[in-house]
């Protein structure tokens, strides 16, 4: 016997917070500007991330706690993109674009 799975209907993806392009629209956005705490354990580990309110005085927004295994990779995913010629390239053109936007 062969299994199908029927697509589900966009009202119920609706209903569940998933757009029509597959997307979670109620993962919440939050806004973090550096590291306040970071706490790396040998199976699971925890970020802090938080906005400086005011200069100098960091305020934790966040605080996440994952397997010290995927802690470890993202980090190589992280650093992976962030050092790719193509990413600095974009970065770039992206920081030009913007000063000359201000400089005129």
Known sequence: ???QTAPIP????????I????????VPLIYAEQ???LAVGP?????????ENPPGAPVPTIQISMPTNA???????IIKNIA???TQDQLK??????????DK
């Open 10 to 17: 966009a009202e119920i993806l609706g209903s569940l917070g």
């Open 71 to 77: 802690l470890h990779g993202m980090a190589k995913i």
């Open 35 to 37: 590291i306040v705490g």
């Open 43 to 51: 199976f699971v580990s925890k970020i802090i991330l938080g906005v």
């Open 93 to 102: 053109e992206a920081f030009e674009q913007y000063q000359e936007s201000v």
């Open 84 to 86: 790719s010629k193509e």
């Open 19 to 26: 757009d029509a392009n597959g997307q979670n629209t109620t």
């Open 1 to 3: 016997m062969i299994n």
